[in-house]
Nanobody, 121 residues
Framework: VQLQASGGGLVQAGDSLRLSCAAS????????MGWFRQAPGKGREFVAS????????YYADSVKGRFTISRDNAKNTVMLQMNSLKPEDTAVYYC???????????????WGQGTLVTVSS
């Protein structure tokens, strides 16, 4: 599967932003999907994941209550709605895919290119 993330940009603290990730190839619903991020000078960290059916989601504590992950299996897309953004959310955001709903959180097999989100104070 090939993944293409989009929707990043420069926003102010408190604003909202919606990221999208388009997947190419067949059987999108066979993949659990996730979002990760990498802030300047830091390692890549898990943000959110969603099960193959979309019925189950999981979030990092740092974004719980502010971010929402969703997917549209008919359109081969996964979204990340980010509300109440903070300067510490500044990072390159990556979408990821894996056949395993366990491994999507830890070591996804497939990665898209990143999209930069910058939150100014």
């Amino acid at each position: 599967v090939q993944l293409q993330a989009s929707g990043g940009g420069l926003v102010q603290a408190g604003d909202s932003l919606r990221l999208s990730c388009a997947a190419s190839g067949r059987a999108f619903s066979s993949y659990a999907m996730g979002w990760f991020r990498q802030a300047p000078g830091k390692g890549r960290e898990f943000v959110a994941s969603i099960s193959k059916s979309g019925g189950s989601t999981y979030y990092a504590d740092s974004v719980k209550g502010r971010f929402t992950i969703s997917r549209d299996n008919a359109k081969n897309t996964v979204m990340l709605q980010m509300n109440s953004l903070k300067p510490e959310d500044t990072a390159v955001y990556y979408c990821a895919a894996d056949y395993s709903e366990y491994d999507i959180i830890r070591r996804p097999d497939f990665w898209g290119q990143g999209t930069l989100v910058t939150v100014s104070s």
